[in-house]
């Protein structure tokens, strides 16, 4: 298992929810959510997620959520790191929009 996959599984087990609840509430308010399928991919380590689902998920919601799609995106995007400040989520936005 990698550290992607070990990210995936910690917040599925510490949130007690299913394969099918875990996609559901990460996708909820999503236009493109994500599939059971997806996230036991993720966990079996056959994939990472795409940075784009990550971002929109980190703009998106305020709760375990956002902490979650931001520890995804430190490891499937190392240079997230400089955008961990105050303004993070504003530059997120901007790259997020421009599609950099």
């Known amino acids: ?7 995936v ?6 949130q007690q929810l299913s394969l099918r609840k875990f996609a559901a509430q990460l996708g ?3 236009k493109n959510g994500v599939s059971h399928q997806t996230i036991k991919d993720w966990e079996d380590g056959e994939y990472a997620g795409h940075v784009y689902f990550f971002l929109a998920v980190a703009m998106r919601y305020k709760d ?5 799609a931001f520890e995804c995106l430190s ?3 190392p240079e ?5 400040g105050d303004n993070g989520l504003e530059i997120l936005k901007e790259f997020y929009e ?3």
């Open 64 to 68: 375990w959520r956002r902490d979650f």
């Open 9 to 14: 599984k910690r917040y599925r087990m510490n």
């Open 98 to 100: 421009n599609g950099k």
């Open 28 to 30: 909820e308010e999503l």
């Open 75 to 77: 490891v499937i995007y």
């Open 1 to 7: 298992m990698n550290e992607f996959s070990e990210i």
């Open 80 to 84: 997230f790191d400089q955008y961990a």
